[in-house]
């Protein structure tokens, strides 16, 4: 479960919200041969100023024993600029067993920083405590800019090549990489993930825990702009991490 954190944030990937409103889409996540690993959980509220995405991680079956029942949440707030989710704040909270960790970003536009907070738990008695400034500044957090992408990515039939840079995302030296597929690539992706996606994604996952030096995500997202499959290529030993909208 420690090694999924970045394919749950991707889940809904999308939304293209005009009004008020609250989604809530759940998710089944498969890990090779071993079968169900977890469930997600995810919402988003926005009206025309704020908006708050919460998505809460559960590990089921023999990964919650495995793992200690392990469990994670990520929330991000903020505000509404041109009808863009901007972030404040993104919280990263994980549990397994008795020690639990609390991650807090504070996004500082006027100045153009970002203030990491961690705040570590052992049967509910904080042991460790460490505050610091990070080197990158971005109006987005690695929730946001999934979101954000139907606003960012203009036209998804044209295979192009994006660079994003996102609080959060400092393991991957602050940026994804999201490729849109051309032709000739769409008949694998369409394979791999089905043929009733509305548009199809490759974002690149620049760490070390993958089988090769990038990670490949695929996604299939819907007309509603709702990820309805994901797939994490070829982690080590294991094979493939997929997501599925239930």
């Known amino acids: 479960m420690k090694k999924l954190s970045l394919l749950f944030a991707m889940l809904l990937f999308t939304f293209n919200v005009l009004k008020a409103e609250t989604i809530k889409v759940d998710y089944k996540v498969e890990f090779g041969i071993i079968g169900e690993i977890g469930v997600a959980h995810a919402k988003l509220t926005r009206d025309k100023n ?3 995405i919460d998505i809460e991680l559960d590990s089921t079956g023999i990964a919650k024993t495995l793992s200690g ?3 994670e949440r990520h929330i991000s707030k903020g505000h509404i ?3 863009v989710m901007v972030s404040d704040l993104y919280q990263i909270i994980k549990s397994h067993g008795s020690k639990l960790s609390d991650r807090v970003y504070t996004i500082d536009h006027k100045n153009k920083k970002v203030t990491r907070e961690d705040k570590k738990y052992k049967k509910g008695k904080l042991y460790k405590e ?3 400034v990070m080197d990158d500044y971005s109006k987005d957090d690695l929730l946001t800019l999934y979101f954000n992408l139907d606003s960012y990515i203009k036209d998804k039939n044209i295979s192009k090549d994006y660079r994003f840079h ?6 991957q030296d602050g940026f994804v990489d ?3 597929p051309n032709k000739k690539e769409l008949p694998e992706y369409k394979k791999l993930l089905g043929n009733d996606g509305a548009w199809y994604a490759r974002a690149i996952v620049n760490q070390n825990i993958f089988s090769s030096d990038k990670g490949e995500l695929f996604l299939s997202v819907g007309s509603d702009g709702i990820t309805k499959k994901a797939i994490l290529k070829d982690l080590i030993f294991f094979g493939d991490v997929r997501a ?3």
């Not at 996102?166 to 393991?171: K, L, M, R």
């Open 50 to 52: 704020s908006y708050v």
């Open 69 to 71: 029942n392990r469990k």
């Open 81 to 83: 600029e041109n009808g």
């Open 130 to 132: 460490r505050t610091k």
């Open 166 to 171: 996102a609080v959060g995302a400092e393991i």
């Open 178 to 180: 999201i490729h849109i």
């Open 244 to 246: 599925l909208k239930i």
